[in-house]
T-cell receptor
Framework: QKEVEQNSGPLSVPEGAIASLNCTYS??????FFWYRQYSGKSPELIMF????GDKEDGRFTAQLNKASQYVSLLIRDSQPSDSATYLC???????????FGKGTMLLVSP | KAGVTQTPRYLIKTRGQQVTLSCSPI?????VSWYQQTPGQGLQFLFE???????NKGNFPGRFSGRQFSNSRSEMNVSTLELGDSALYLC????????????FGPGTRLTVL
């Protein structure tokens, strides 16, 4: 059974701070890792994907992957109130095109 | 490029009825995946269609079915609706290659009374 675990939160950070969102996965065959952002009442929107161990940066966002520890994280620098949303971690296993999602972490950024 | 479209956006049905939801993927994408999202269970995979064939299936009862047409548009059908089928139904479009990014449509909000 493939599982993706996230802390449900809410994670509360002040505006301008770094928000750190974490995700662990159970299947060692996992090869592709995605972070989606979902605003209340809306559909998930892709933020980043990462395939290789290490860090990947895109603007204020950094995804970090550690396959040995089966851990993937998302850092949001200079957090803004508009970043307040639920962040979903998703994993694809090698040989499959389907995604397994965590239940998401709610992030609240206060002005 | 136009994004993923889903129709209708909202539906209200009663128990025992059936419903058909539609999804048009991004042009050039051949894979359509369907997900059910509820507050308690999160996003759960229903099935994936690729080139008109169901390629993967999640753990949902046979009341949930789907199909894909030659233009990659997909439909999902739920028969004999139950109260617990109330959810946001999302479709996601991708090229269908292993681990490729999936792009979500706006979803269909189904309410079963």
């Amino acid at each position: 059974q493939k599982e993706v675990e996230q802390n449900s939160g809410p994670l509360s950070v002040p505006e301008g701070a770094i928000a750190s969102l974490n995700c662990t996965y159970s299947d060692r065959g996992s090869q592709s890792f995605f972070w989606y952002r979902q605003y209340s009442g809306k559909s998930p929107e892709l933020i980043m994907f990462i395939y290789s161990n290490g860090d990947k940066e895109d603007g204020r966002f950094t995804a970090q992957l550690n396959k040995a520890s089966q851990y993937v994280s998302l850092l949001i620098r200079d957090s803004q109130p508009s970043d307040s949303a639920t962040y979903l971690c998703a994993v694809a296993v090698s040989g499959y095109s389907t995604l397994t999602f965590g239940k998401g972490t709610m992030l609240l950024v206060s002005p | 490029k136009a994004g993923v479209t889903q129709t209708p956006r909202y539906l209200i049905k009663t128990r025992g009825q059936q419903v058909t939801l539609s999804c048009s993927p991004i042009s050039g994408h051949r894979s359509v995946s369907w997900y059910q999202q509820t507050p308690g269970q999160g996003l759960q995979f229903l099935f994936e269609y690729f080139s008109e064939t169901q390629r993967n299936k999640g753990n949902f009862p046979g009341r949930f079915s789907g199909r894909q047409f030659s233009n990659s548009r997909s439909e999902m059908n739920v028969s004999t609706l139950e109260l617990g089928d109330s959810a946001l139904y999302l479709c996601a479009s991708s090229s269908g290659q292993d681990g490729d990014t999936q792009y979500f449509g706006p979803g269909t909000r189904l309410t079963v009374l």
